[in-house]
């Protein structure tokens, strides 16, 4: 089993920075790729980033160029670093993780909430 831990929500004014940190935790799994999705009020959940293990990164088009997302292999922990933050990034963010021959873990969700 894997447990995701998740820190580095907050509020934050626009303009402003953030980085988010997943830790997976835990013994006997292997992941294929792990990063975050976020979910806003009223909408559907929504990739913001994922780092897969073999090095490839996906990006959600609404955060290109301004989210980065990064790993400690040691560790087993990933980061997201959020540059540039507009209101429109306000949700809350669940980490992910993607076992394989396991399926899909998510974090408890740390809320991100950008003010003009």
């Known amino acids: 089993q894997v447990q995701l831990v998740e820190s580095g929500g907050g509020d934050v004014q626009a303009g402003g920075s953030l980085r988010l940190s997943c830790k997976a935790a835990?013994?006997?799994?292997?992941?294929?790729?792990m990063g975050w999705y976020r979910q806003a009020t009223g909408k559907e959940r929504e990739l913001v980033a994922l780092?897969?293990?073999?090095?490839?990164?996906n990006y959600g088009d609404s955060v290109k160029d301004r989210f980065s997302i990064y790993r400690n292999k040691i560790r087993d922990t990933v980061y997201l670093q959020m540059n540039n933050l507009r209101p429109e990034d306000t949700a809350v963010y669940y980490c992910?993780?993607?076992?394989?021959?396991?399926?899909?873990?998510w974090g408890q969700g740390t809320q991100v909430t950008v003010s003009s």
């Open positions: 835990g013994r006997g799994f292997s992941i294929s790729a």
């Open positions: 992910n993780a993607k076992l394989r021959q396991r399926g899909n873990y």
């Open positions: 780092f897969s293990i073999d090095g490839s990164i």
